[in-house]
């Protein structure tokens, strides 16, 4: 059986096509809170007891708290909007996330490490950054067999097997304590081969339809995480979201 594999990018590459992508997203995007997503629960238990908060990459659509968190992205639009809101921001990489060691209590990183070219230096970054027995929530796409056009087109350099990513994650110092089944889990169908065309034909269209409909209809339809101890059941989950702890 012949197995669906990655776009070759190198990394200048993939960061044109995640600036094209994401540049054309954030310019007709509005900033949604954080409050909106179901990961707003797991979060507000979190900040409890993490003063020090960043997020990397969230573009327009930041999981933690606007107020008290450092951001750090790279679109000069969603630093723009995110500063705008009260946010403080900061222009950067996820490979070279522009703080001192240990300086945040809580890092999230959701669906990042995926696009970029080195992503053992992008976790290394994350944990270079987070304090002794800091969170760090991570979100991946899952099953490089699952491999669809839609991933080149968003710029995923690849997914991830879950026992390798488990591995990963081990030999960064972080232990995953907790995870949830995350994202709307895709399926190949019409109506996705559809958003693709348009996409590739019709992109600053397709991404007034996203912004205006498809995101106000994602967020209405999105089920409370359901985490558990661990991993979850992977078999048939497109991502996932990680809870991780670094080991002190």
């Not at 979060?43 to 930041?62: K, T, Y």
């Not at 630093?79 to 705008?84: I, K, N």
């Not at 087109?153 to 990513?165: D, N, T």
């Not at 359901?226 to 991780?244: F, Q, Y």
Request: aromatic share 8%; with cysteine.
């Amino acid at each position: 059986m012949n197995l669906p594999v990655p776009a070759v990018r190198d990394e200048a590459g993939l960061r044109q096509v995640n600036e094209r992508f994401y540049g054309a997203l954030w310019s007709t995007a509005r900033l949604v809170q954080p409050q909106r997503f179901n990961t707003w629960p797991l979060v507000s238990a979190l900040i409890e007891s993490a003063r020090r908060r960043l997020e990397v990459a969230p573009g327009l659509r930041p999981r933690l708290p606007l107020e008290e968190t450092q951001f750090v992205d790279l679109s000069p639009e969603a630093l723009r909007v995110l500063r705008g809101s009260g946010a403080s921001v900061a222009q950067g990489l996820i490979g070279a996330i522009p703080f001192p060691d240990k300086a945040f209590d809580l890092v999230c990183a959701l669906d990042v490490v995926e696009h970029v070219e080195d992503d053992e230096r992008a976790l290394a970054e994350l944990v270079r950054v987070a304090a002794p027995g800091a969170v760090l929530l991570l979100s991946v796409p899952l099953h490089p067999e699952a491999w669809t056009a839609f991933d080149d087109l968003v710029g995923h350099r690849r997914r991830y097997e879950p026992a390798a990513l488990l591995a990963q994650l081990e030999a960064h110092g972080l232990t995953l304590e907790r995870s949830a089944v995350y994202g709307m889990q895709p399926r190949p169908s019409r109506m996705l081969d559809l958003g693709m065309w348009f996409l590739v034909n019709r992109r600053e269209r397709a991404m007034w339809w996203y912004n205006r409909v498809g995101m106000p209809l994602a967020l209405y339809f999105q089920k409370p995480l359901e985490l558990v101890p661990g991993m979850v059941v992977t078999e048939g989950v497109d991502e996932v979201l990680l809870v991780c702890r670094k080991k002190a």
